[in-house]
């Protein structure tokens, strides 16, 4: 299979963070890039990053997505993007929502327009099963940054930029993971849960990295990517980490769902199923669908929500991930 990577610029924003750190990772393992950007605000984390992997291949550029003109000189002989800067924590968002709105929103735009004049050739973006009728500001910036990258592929006009997006759930053990709020709060004895009844889709970061490879090496433009992943009982969730600390149901916070959903049923009439992941196409007249075949028509109704899941993660399954990403 050829590799989509091979001798290419990628430029990944948010590299710093643990999607990029990641990415980077499996990137310098198993493909073959010419040279990887990480664009991100952070000083210390692009030094301690640099430290950490101490590759010639590396290049290291501080700058903000709000920042267009920064962006533009950062996309210079680039072809590939990914785009993984956003402020994702749920209470910051609400309590800084203009913040929320430039980062998230006007950051998604940058990128699209940078993009497009520096002709690059792919740009795939992080989204969230919270985008997918959202009830709080994150996932509505989010939801718009899709509408966004989509419709970019009508905004290039006649040039080649190609803009996708992948939709998928929880990192188990990312930073803005419960799993190490679950960790912490262990040693103090206690575990608070907000609803007993709570389910959420689950992904590892190594998971997550290689759909958005094989994203990249797939897409034509204007798809989301939804891979199909295993839901959980967030009791279970807490049982398998601290088996012996306390159980404390708190509430469900505002802005927050007891289930998740990645797919909707008025999406699913314009999706295709395949054996480990969905593709959902523009319904828009630019979408060249003889372009991309394959896979199978949803049934009406369909949706794909962590409570009507047919995948489920059991204890032993969920402790086999954590020990084998280190997080237990």
Partial sequence: MEDVFENKVVLVTGGTGSFGQKFVEVL????????????????????????KFNSGKLRFLIGDVRDEKRLFR???????VVHAAALKHVPVCEYNPREAVFTNILGANNIIDTAIDNGVEKVLALSTDKAVQPVNLYGATKAVAEKLLVQGNVYRGWRKTSFSCVRYGNVLGSSGSVV????????????TITDERMTRFWITLEQGVEFVINSIRLMKGGEIFVPKIPSMKITDLAEVIAPDARKKIVGIRAGEKLHEVLLTAEEALHTREFDSYFIIDPEHKFWDRSSNSGGRKLPEGFSYSS????????KDGLLKMLREQGSL
């Fill in 28 to 51: 310098l393992k198993r493909h073959n890039p010419k040279d990887i950007r990480i664009y991100t605000r952070g000083e210390l984390e692009q030094v301690e990053m640099e430290r």
């Fill in 180 to 191: 190490p709020l679950f960790l912490k709060q262990r040693d103090a004895g206690e575990i």
């Fill in 307 to 314: 409570d009507n899941n047919k995948d489920w993660l059991d």
């Fill in 74 to 80: 950062a996309m210079n002989g680039v072809d590939i």
